[in-house]
């Protein structure tokens, strides 16, 4: 599996409807489940972003699907990261040479 972060903000929309967004996080978890994936962490934030989520799914087309299903609703607006684990992050860095 692959690991993604996500970087969330509500729009407009979700802002005003924010009373719903634990309902709409339920919603998102069970479609990730649905299509192979799995929410690992979620957090509300001060800064930048409103959400950060971190997730992983079976491929990026699956995270990209997920995306855009998030995103056709229209209560939050994304930025997607691909997040290499210590794992794979040192096998990159030691084939640099």
């Known amino acids: ?5 996500m970087l969330i903000n509500w729009t407009d929309q979700g802002m005003r409807q924010v009373k719903d967004s634990a309902k709409r ?4 978890k069970k479609a990730l489940r649905d299509m192979g994936g799995e929410f690992k962490l979620f957090f509300m934030t001060m800064g930048d972003y409103d959400l950060v989520a971190v997730y992983e799914a079976p491929d990026d087309a699956v995270a990209a699907r997920f995306t855009l299903i998030l995103g056709m609703l229209g209560n939050v607006r994304t930025k997607t990261l691909k997040a290499f684990p210590e794992a794979a992050y040192r096998e990159i860095i030691h084939s640099l040479g």
């Open 25 to 28: 996080l339920d919603s998102a």
């Open 1 to 5: 599996m692959t690991t993604y972060v």
